[in-house]
């Protein structure tokens, strides 16, 4: 049931005292750095100033800029000859940013990743595909080095390819598989095209993570495919996955405290906010060597739990991720966040796979058009079913962000498939 342990279920107070010495040790190493050298040197800030988990206050934040500040080499604490690889962040929101590892830094990953699957009941048994692109992005080499240091036959299947992928499932008869939310949705339509379905070849367990999703586009996955879908967190800038995953509980993801020191702040006051509200994850890395990190801010937004969970792991857990700070649209003067969307949208059945979201301007007024892609056998109907659903859409949007968005319903397929994670926002608005 566990892959480690001691430390999975160790008692909340030990953990606290392993990450304060862990924190000191990360600290001390970062102040190495080019980067951190001259800030703390600036602040006065020495390690020496940590002397309890509360004192991390005292250091400043590290953001997304900094590391572009930094790039490529100002973050890192040991000399070149350490350093073994490095990958990237996907750029989803600009320019790219690049992290190093040392040899032990691989290690330790691939023993986090080994521990989120092994939590979800991933054995050596297994046949794994990992459907997520490789390269410099994190959720190839990821979870390939987890898979096999579990012991699956592991698949390298990368993203696309999607007809050669069903090969792959039913030739290795592949049970557990790792794949973007957005691709798993399109993967829907593929095998409906392919006539062939899901729930009858072998597989039961799908790790759904790299971009957020919501609850119900987690049904679809499982219903469709048969599986157990499991939700799977993380970022480059930490390693990349393995820095919270969901336990068979399916409740929450567990954040793997003995390696990551967890704060939620609010991303306005920068206070923390309580257990339960929704603030911005800041992260801090404990074990990490070759460029550890101190107090980074994620941009994602969730909100952390300290209830006891009943698998007996200790760890705490974060909700699902609601989406970046830097997701939240302004549309007519309303919050929106593309998830609220997608909510509505997986919640109905003659609903597809794939939607985008369209801002223009029109005569100064913010318009959003919300393009939705709908089941084959509803748009073959008739015109009379077409428009009574683009109706119900319209309500339901309605209701959740609070002004009338235009809905256009189009054929499956017709919105083109993003190389990667989907791009689920497109606007066109002239000043906002
Ligand atoms: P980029 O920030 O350029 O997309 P990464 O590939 O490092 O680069 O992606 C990490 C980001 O992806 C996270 O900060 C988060 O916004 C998003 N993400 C990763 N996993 C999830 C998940 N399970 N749910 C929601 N968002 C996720
Ligand atoms: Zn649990």
């Not at 101190?294 to 937004?301: A, E, F, S, V």
């Not at 700070?325 to 998830?339: A, E, H, Q, R, T």
Request: glycine share 6%; with cysteine; charged share 25%.
């Amino acid at each position: 049931m566990y892959w480690q342990q001691e430390l999975e279920t160790m008692p909340v107070e030990a953990l606290r005292a392993l990450q304060l010495s862990r924190l000191q040790t990360s600290v001390r190493r970062a102040i190495t750095s080019p980067y951190y050298q001259q800030l703390y040197q600036q602040r006065g800030i020495t390690a020496d100033d940590l002397n309890t988990l509360d004192d991390v206050k005292r250091l400043p934040f590290t953001t997304k800029q900094d590391l572009r500040n930094g790039y490529p080499y100002g973050f890192l604490t040991v000399p070149k000859t350490e350093v073994v690889r490095l990958h990237s962040s996907s750029g989803t929101t600009g320019q790219a940013t690049v992290i190093f590892h040392t040899a032990a830094d691989i290690r330790d990953w691939a023993n986090l990743m080994a521990r989120c699957m092994y939590m979800t009941g991933a054995r050596n048994s297994d046949v794994f595909q990992n459907m997520s692109g490789y390269g410099m992005f994190t959720g190839g080499l990821g979870f390939h080095y987890g898979a096999e240091l579990l012991g699956m036959l592991t698949v390298p299947a990368g993203s696309g390819n999607s007809k050669r992928q069903i090969h792959y499932m039913k030739d290795f008869q592949t049970s557990v598989i790792h794949i973007i939310p957005s691709y798993a949705l399109h993967m829907i339509s593929v095998f409906e095209e392919e006539k062939v379905n899901p729930r009858d070849l072998h597989l039961r367990i799908a790790f759904l993570g790299a971009e957020p999703h919501t609850e119900h586009t987690r049904k679809r996955v499982e219903d469709a495919f048969g599986v157990k879908a499991f939700n799977s967190y993380g970022l480059s800038e930490m390693y990349g996955p393995g820095v919270a995953f969901e336990c068979p509980e399916q409740n929450g993801l567990h954040i793997w405290e003995d390696s990551y020191f967890v704060e939620v702040i609010n991303p306005d006051t920068l206070e923390p906010v309580a257990d339960g509200e929704i603030g911005e994850l800041v992260l801090t890395t404990l074990t990490r060597e070759a460029m550890p990190l101190i107090r980074y801010r994620t941009r994602d937004l969730t909100s952390i739990s300290s209830e006891p969970c009943p698998c007996g792991r200790t760890h705490r857990r974060i909700a699902r991720i609601k989406g970046r700070s830097d997701d939240m649209l302004i549309i007519k003067g309303v919050n929106v966040f593309p998830m609220q969307v997608e909510a509505v949208l997986m919640s109905i059945p003659e609903v597809g796979t794939n939607y985008q979201i369209e801002l223009e301007t029109v005569e100064n007024i913010d318009v959003m058009t919300v393009n939705v892609e709908v089941r084959d056998d509803f748009f073959l109907g008739d015109v009379k079913g077409l428009t009574a659903l683009q109706q119900k859409i319209t309500n339901a949007l309605k209701s959740e962000v609070l002004f009338t968005p235009k809905v256009k319903l189009v054929e499956p397929d017709s919105i083109p498939e993003a190389q990667g994670k989907a791009v689920r926002v497109i606007d066109r608005r002239v000043a906002h």
